[in-house]
Every structure is written in C-alpha cells, then in structure tokens.
C-alpha cells in the first residue's frame, strides 16, 4: 500500500511540475508576442531587418518547400488512385488531393520545414547570442532585445508562411493531377471536374489561415527557447532540440483544434 501511495503521489507530483512548467511557458511566451505586437504597431521595428528575416525565411525556404508540396501531391494522388480503381470513380480523385493538400498536406508539411529550416535556426542563433552574453550587451546598451531580435522574426513569420502554403498548395495540387494521369489515366478535365464539383469557396481562406497561425507560433516558440538558453554550447544543443519538439507538438495540436473550431 505504501508504494502504490508512494508511486501515486510521485505521478501527482510529476504531473504538477509539469502543468506549471507549461503555464510558465505559455505566459512568457504571451508576454513575448504581446510586447513584439506593441513594438510593432509603435513604428519600432526596422524595416530592414523584417526584410533580411522575411527572405531567409520565405525566399531561401522555398525550394524545399516546393519539393515537399511535389512529393506530398505525388504520394497523395497515387495512394488515392491505388484505392479508388474499380470502387469509386475516378473523377473524385481530384477532390481528394485538391482538398487534402491544401486542407492539410500543404499547411502542415510546409510548416514542418518551417520548423527545421526556420525555427531550429532562430533557436539555436539566438541561444548562441545569450550563452555568449551578447542579449545582456543589448540589454546594457539600453536596447530591447525584444523590439531588435523577436518581433521582426515573429512579423517575417507571419508574413512567409501564408505566402509559403499558397505557392505549396498549387505545387502540390498540379503535382497530383499530373500524378493521377500518369498512374491512372485520369484526364486532367475530369481531375479539375472532380475538384471542382467537392470545393468550399473557404477551403483556401481555412488553408492560409491555418499557415498564419503556425507562422505567428513558430517564429514566437523558437525566440523563446533561444532567450531562454543557459549553458554554454550543450544548453544550445538542448535548447534547440527541445524547441523543435515543442513546435512540432504546437503545431500539431492547433492543426487539431482547427476542425471543431471553424469547420462545424
């Protein structure tokens, strides 16, 4: 009886530390994406940097977008074309990989090059600058590292990512369709007839708005994990492991709450 006490008050305990290590997160990370809003909104972001940031992470990102968003069509349209020949006409093909890469596929795979592209590097970029006291020589200085580091990484994210998932959701859907007639032999009139005939007019506004908010929680993620870093290059190493898989799990849980939240 004791150790079953002993086990039970010990998960209670992990379990607490850990609701408190997440509340303490999320409201730093508030308080990060309030104060970069307010720096914004002030006039207080260089336009300079938002450009530098917004083409490394939109301009340079783009070829593995566009390889991914490829592959994501490809994959898509012969899997569904494996499953629908002799059941299901093959007209709803199109459907499925119209809707699928641009409801998910497009959105979510973009978004996870974001993250090992994009939000590895801030983290680690960042980490590197606080491990080496450089944040603590802006912050003696008199400047905000907030104003100079995360907002303009958190607006290029905002910024990139909806335009990322657009090109990525029409790469992905042209890559099905020729897909779909080289494995199949669905002409691309009846493809097109079959997207057209299952499309919502706010399926691509549901897209982009899914890519909006994954680029607002990444760029936001990663800077905080970067300011947080201690010790040394090992605490760059964690720091940055550790943000990637907080991001993945961020974004994955927000694809989640989408459905319920706007599709009912």
Same mark, same amino acid.
């Given at each position: 009886?004791?150790?079953?006490?002993?086990?039970?008050?010990?998960?209670?305990?992990?379990?607490?530390?850990?609701?408190?290590?997440?509340?303490?997160?999320?409201?730093?990370?508030?308080?990060?994406?309030?104060?970069?809003?307010?720096?914004?909104?002030?006039?207080?972001?260089? *336009?300079?940097?938002?450009?530098?940031?917004?083409?490394?992470?939109?301009?340079?990102?783009? $070829?593995?977008?566009?390889?991914?968003?490829?592959?994501?069509?490809?994959?898509?349209?012969?899997?569904?074309?494996?499953?629908?020949?002799?059941?299901? $006409?093959?007209?709803?093909?199109?459907?499925?990989?119209? &809707?699928?890469?641009?409801?998910?596929?497009? $959105?979510?795979?973009?978004?996870?090059?974001?993250?090992?592209?994009?939000?590895?590097?801030?983290?680690?970029?960042?980490?590197?600058?606080?491990?080496?006291?450089?944040?603590?020589?802006?912050?003696?200085?008199g400047r905000d590292p907030v104003r100079m580091l995360a907002a303009p990484r958190i607006l290029a994210?905002?910024?990139?990512?909806?335009?990322?998932?657009?090109?990525? &959701?029409?790469?992905?859907?042209?890559?099905?369709?020729?897909?779909?007639?080289?494995?199949?032999?669905?002409?691309?009139?009846?493809?097109?007839?079959?997207?057209?005939?299952?499309?919502?007019?706010?399926?691509? *506004?549901?897209?982009?708005?899914?890519?909006?908010?994954?680029? *607002?929680?990444? $760029?936001?993620?990663?800077?905080?994990?970067?300011?947080?870093?201690?010790?040394?290059?090992?605490?760059?190493?964690?720091?940055?492991?550790?943000?990637?898989?907080?991001?993945i799990i961020a974004v994955l849980v927000a694809d989640a709450l989408f459905p319920p939240l706007f599709?009912?």
């Amino acid at each position: 009886m004791a150790s079953v006490t002993h086990a039970l008050t010990g998960g209670v305990r992990a379990f607490g530390h850990a609701g408190e290590s997440v509340a303490r997160h999320a409201g730093d990370m508030a308080q990060l994406a309030w104060q970069s809003l307010g720096a914004t909104l002030r006039g207080q972001v260089a *336009f300079r940097d938002f450009v530098i940031q917004a083409y490394s992470m939109g301009v340079e990102s783009l $070829p593995l977008v566009l390889v991914t968003a490829t592959l994501s069509g490809v994959v898509t349209s012969q899997q569904g074309g494996y499953q629908f020949t002799g059941s299901i $006409p093959l007209y709803v093909l199109g459907s499925i990989v119209v &809707n699928g890469v641009v409801l998910e596929l497009g $959105p979510v795979m973009t978004a996870i090059v974001f993250i090992g592209r994009v939000g590895a590097r801030i983290t680690a970029e960042l980490g590197t600058m606080q491990v080496s006291e450089q944040i603590d020589a802006i912050y003696s200085l008199g400047r905000d590292p907030v104003r100079m580091l995360a907002a303009p990484r958190i607006l290029a994210g905002m910024v990139a990512m909806p335009a990322l998932v657009g090109l990525a &959701n029409g790469v992905g859907a042209v890559a099905g369709m020729l897909a779909a007639r080289s494995t199949v032999g669905l002409g691309y009139q009846s493809f097109l007839y079959g997207a057209r005939l299952f499309w919502h007019s706010y399926d691509l *506004f549901y897209s982009l708005m899914k890519a909006e908010v994954f680029g *607002f929680i990444i $760029p936001v993620i990663s800077v905080h994990m970067g300011l947080l870093t201690r010790g040394g290059a090992e605490g760059v190493g964690r720091a940055t492991t550790s943000s990637v898989v907080f991001m993945i799990i961020a974004v994955l849980v927000a694809d989640a709450l989408f459905p319920p939240l706007f599709l009912n």
